[in-house]
């Protein structure tokens, strides 16, 4: 799963972008890196499934938002829901 912004600034007329992913690699990793599990009750063992997520691509998350909130003239409006954490309206 991805979940992508959209970033005016891409090739001709914008374009979306991703800023954080997740995706199970199922026992693909595992299995290289030799990682089992035992489930109680039963015999042996098993390959575990595992996950892998990027939180956020800080860089591609900041060129979203700069490019979607600057005013005509040249400052950033901080969305509202953001601003507890940014502690600004705006920047510049």
Same mark, same amino acid.
């Given at each position: 799963?991805?979940?992508?912004?959209?970033?005016?600034?891409?090739?001709?007329?914008?374009?979306?972008?991703?800023? *954080?992913?997740? /995706?199970?690699?199922?026992?693909?990793?595992?299995?290289?890196?030799?990682?089992?599990?035992? *489930?109680?009750?039963?015999?042996?063992?098993?390959?575990?499934?595992?996950?892998?997520? *990027?939180?956020?691509?800080? /860089?591609?998350?900041?060129?979203?938002?700069?490019?979607?909130?600057?005013?005509?003239?040249?400052?950033?409006?901080?969305?509202?829901?953001?601003?507890?954490?940014?502690?600004?309206?705006?920047?510049?």
């Amino acid at each position: 799963f991805d979940l992508e912004a959209w970033m005016p600034g891409r090739g001709d007329g914008g374009a979306w972008g991703e800023v *954080t992913s997740a /995706s199970n690699c199922t026992d693909y990793q595992a299995r290289r890196l030799g990682i089992r599990c035992r *489930t109680p009750g039963q015999k042996g063992t098993e390959f575990v499934h595992t996950l892998n997520g *990027t939180a956020v691509a800080i /860089s591609r998350a900041l060129i979203a938002l700069l490019e979607n909130h600057q005013q005509p003239d040249g400052t950033i409006r901080i969305p509202e829901v953001l601003r507890p954490w940014v502690g600004l309206d705006q920047i510049g």
